[in-house]
């Protein structure tokens, strides 16, 4: 028989990891734990080229990489007045634990370049950093942690979730979003011609690739440099759909004509 206190011990260690207080990143390795659909058939319907992960083996609720607590809402910082667009890159100082320390934050994952972050919590070492710099300097939801003790923005997702568990002294580079409005993009009974990475919970899809036929390769051709869709944009909205990157790839595939809003890393 065990003793009453390993049962109460045992019981309480199983209870604060369902209470989400224990979130530490769970992706399996260093893979991110992904699906990968193509939007190229002839009839506009959705492929999947790689079958999707167990949503299961995620920690939190939006099928995010997590390095926060759970047990709380998340928080977004209000940009100061007038002080939009005056910070569009900057470092964040911080010391991570390796793996179980809480950072605060949450992640979208996806393939490609840059993280997205989704989620910024009450608690944490991120928070922590926000109740001391200006509201410009705060890190939000939406922006993208684009490398690490470095200032180029060529980093891999999955090196940087890498970087993040491995923890220690570190520099995260953020920048903040730029979104493009894309309007009444009409398939014309075919495909967008995108290939796309996103996790079935989570809150954007990421372009992989864009194809030479379809939708979007028709409608690049028609716009500015700036207004054009790109390789690494993350779909943050289709049809009035936000935050389940699944419903947004759903209506995707679904609807002959879409609107829909990217979000990409600002310029340095």
């Known amino acids: 028989l065990k003793p009453l206190w390993v049962k109460w011990l045992r019981k309480a260690y199983r209870v604060k990891q369902a209470n989400g207080t224990m979130c530490t990143p769970c992706c399996a390795g260093e893979s991110l734990n992904t699906t990968v659909v193509s939007h190229n058939s002839a009839d506009g319907a959705v492929s999947n080229d790689v079958p999707a992960q167990d949503a ?17 809402p998340p928080q977004q910082p209000e940009p100061a007045e007038g002080a939009a667009g005056s910070a569009t890159s900057f470092d964040v100082p911080v010391t991570l634990a390796s793996g179980a320390e809480e950072s605060g934050i949450g992640l979208d994952l996806a393939q490609g370049k840059s993280l997205r972050i989704c989620h910024v919590y009450q608690r944490g070492n991120i928070p922590r950093y926000n109740a001391g710099v200006p509201p410009d300097k705060q890190v939000r939801v939406g922006d993208f942690i684009v490398g690490i003790n470095t200032n180029t923005a060529d980093a891999a997702a999955e090196d940087l979730v890498k970087q993040l568990k491995e923890g220690g002294d570190m520099r995260i580079c953020i920048r903040r979003p730029v979104e493009v409005t894309v309007s009444q993009l009409d398939k014309q009974g075919g495909g967008l011609g995108l290939d796309l990475s996103f996790h079935p919970r989570g809150t954007c899809a990421k372009i992989r690739s864009i194809f030479s036929d379809g939708a979007v390769p028709r409608y690049n051709e028609t716009v500015s440099d700036d207004m054009k869709i790109q390789v690494n944009d993350c779909i943050v909205s289709v049809n009035g759909k936000t935050g389940s990157a699944k419903e947004m790839v759903e209506a995707l595939g679904s609807a002959g004509i879409v609107d829909f809003v990217l979000a990409r890393p600002a310029a340095s």
Request: charged letters at 20%.
């Open 56 to 72: 299961g083996s995620f920690s939190g609720s939006a099928g995010a990489e997590v390095f926060g607590s759970l047990k709380e």
